[in-house]
């Protein structure tokens, strides 16, 4: 797509998205706009019913509150060890975190040449006791884990990064399915307004099935 013109525009943070007569209009928090005759979304429609322009049904905006997520907190580190695990990812029990990812595992075009990723995933919820921890307290407490089980040792991480991600996980509450069908219902009245992936579809999806979504 790159090569046939089409531009790519990134970092640019929405704050509103206009509905107007045949077309949407995204506009960015630097005062920079878009006009879009399709609309691809992936945020969760708790979000999106906050930034469109039109005015929301009551009923949508109260589904919309009662669809709840799980929050995860990423820490990744960064190092040259080329064969972390003997598995491309490991769930665990009794651990701060509750799954270890390695990149390389996957593909050797994840990271820089010569370097390697292991990630540590901690399920919890925003802003609670976990959420609120500085990076160098999660870094810490991930590795206390890590060295134990012999994946690797202080001296083999060359840096690290936190990401927080509040709403990945939708939490399949009892009135879940109900709620879902309803707000899906409600958005598919959006003319060439697409909402995919885990948050927008609201479905706990791996990667090769939102690749068939999207055929």
């Known amino acids: ?32 706009k878009f006009d879009a005759d399709y609309l ?28 709840k997520f799980r929050s995860l907190v990423l820490v990744a580190m960064i190092t040259n060890k080329q064969n972390i695990m003997p598995a491309s990812y490991i769930h665990f029990k009794g651990k701060e975190y509750h799954r270890l990812t390695e990149s390389k595992k996957f593909s050797p075009y994840l990271c820089h040449k010569g370097e390697n990723a292991l990630w540590a995933e901690i399920t919890c919820q925003k802003y609670d006791n976990i959420w609120n921890k500085s990076d160098q307290e999660l870094y810490n407490l991930c590795m206390r884990d890590i060295i134990k089980d012999k994946f690797l040792k202080m001296s083999d991480v060359k840096k690290y990064f936190v990401i927080r991600i509040p709403d990945p996980y939708p939490l399949f509450l009892l009135d879940f399915v109900d709620n879902r069908k309803k707000m899906m219902d409600y958005f598919d009245g959006y003319k060439n307004l697409f909402l995919v992936g885990r948050r927008g579809n609201l479905s706990y999806i791996d ?5 068939k979504l999207g055929f």
């Open 40 to 67: 691809i979304v992936t945020l969760s429609p708790t979000q999106l019913t906050k930034m469109i322009n039109k005015k929301i049904p009551d009923s949508i905006k109260e589904i919309s509150e009662k669809i």
């Open 207 to 211: 990667s090769d099935q939102g690749i």
């Open 1 to 32: 797509a790159l090569k046939e013109g089409t531009k790519v525009y990134r970092n640019y943070k929405v704050s509103r998205i206009d509905i107007l007569k045949y077309k949407y209009r995204i506009l960015c928090e630097n005062n920079k």
